[in-house]
C-alpha cells in the first residue's frame, strides 16, 4: 500500500484497532489536561489576584499609618491642650485658696487680736 494509514491517536497500545477502553483512557486523559490547564490558569488568575491584593493591602497599610499618625498627632495636640488647660486652672484654684487661706488667717489674726484686747 502506497497510502499510510495514519495512527490513530486513540489507539494507545499501537495495534491498529481502537477499543471501549482505550477510548474511555484517551478521553480521561484528554479530560485531565484540560483540568491542568483551568487549574493553571486559576492558580495564575490567583497569583496575579494575590499580587493585587498584596499591594492594595499595603497601599492601605500606609494609609492606615499615615491616619494613625496624624490621629496621633492630634491627640498629643489635645492632650496637650488640655493638660495645658488643666495646669491653668490648677494655677487658678491654687491662687483662690492661697487668696481664701491668706483671706481666713487674715480673719483669724484680727478675732485673736480682738479677743486679746478683749481680755486686757
Known amino acids: 500500500m502506497a497510502e499510510e494509514m495514519e495512527k490513530n491517536p486513540m489507539d494507545l497500545n499501537g495495534d491498529g484497532k481502537v477499543t471501549l477502553g482505550e477510548k474511555v483512557q484517551y478521553y480521561a486523559g484528554k479530560a485531565g489536561e484540560k483540568v491542568e490547564e483551568a487549574a493553571k490558569k486559576v ?12 499591594a492594595d493591602a499595603k497601599e492601605f497599610a500606609g ?15 489635645k492632650a496637650k ?9 490648677a494655677k487658678d484654684i491654687y491662687a483662690e485658696a492661697k487668696e481664701t487661706v491668706s483671706d481666713a488667717a487674715d480673719k483669724a489674726k484680727a478675732k485673736i487680736d480682738e479677743l486679746k484686747e478683749k481680755k486686757a
Not at 492558580?43 to 498584596?54: P, R, T, W
Not at 494609609?63 to 495636640?77: I, M, Q
Open 63 to 77: 494609609k492606615a499609618g499615615e491616619k494613625a499618625k496624624e490621629f496621633a498627632g492630634k491627640a498629643g495636640e
Open 43 to 54: 492558580y495564575e488568575g490567583v497569583k496575579e489576584d494575590a499580587k493585587d491584593a498584596l
Open 81 to 89: 491642650e488640655f493638660a495645658d488647660k488643666a495646669a491653668d486652672k
